[in-house]
């Protein structure tokens, strides 16, 4: 179990380092300089581990791989389409800004711009992300161990 979630962690710093170099190269300067986004990515990747622990007891519950992919896309999908990650929430209606405020995906967006770009502001946003973290590492990781551990 833990050798599948640490090849998560290392596929998403391939990821997040692919990205970060991409956007050096086409011109974006972190303000934050490394130390900002180190702490970007490592908040990101933590954030990807806690939902991991989500999708490792989902496939020891359905067993189908195509399943457990379908089922993350179906679940994942609008949450992140409702955040702020491609849409400024003042542009959306209220019912939808009210959604995007409380989405756990807007804060760990909210927190690795501020980090990366030093702004300032990152404190709440790193505190309700690590506080999101925490409250998903803490319902799915026991029960995805507990249901491994029913699997013999």
Do not use: C, E
């Not at 380092?17 to 974006?28: H, K, Q, R």
């Not at 990747?45 to 999708?55: C, K």
């Not at 702004?119 to 505190?127: E, K, L, M, R």
């Amino acid at each position: 179990m833990l050798g599948g979630l640490l090849g998560d962690a290392g596929r998403y710093l391939l990821a997040a380092t692919i990205v970060v170099t991409l956007g050096v190269v086409i011109g974006y300067r972190p303000d934050g300089g490394a130390l900002g986004v180190l702490a970007a990515v490592a908040l990101v990747i933590a954030f990807g581990l806690s939902l991991s622990w989500l999708w490792a007891a989902t496939a020891l519950l359905v067993r189908d791989p195509a399943t457990v992919m379908s089922l993350g896309l179906a679940v994942l999908m609008p949450p992140t389409f409702a955040s702020n990650i491609f849409v400024d929430p003042r542009t959306m209606p209220g019912w939808l800004q009210a959604f995007v405020d409380v989405n756990p995906i807007s804060h760990v967006a909210d927190a690795a711009r501020d980090l990366m770009n030093d702004t300032g502001g990152a404190g709440g946003h790193v505190a309700w992300s690590l506080a999101a973290i925490a409250a998903i590492t803490l319902a799915f990781a026991p029960l995805t161990l507990h249901l491994y551990s029913k699997q013999g």
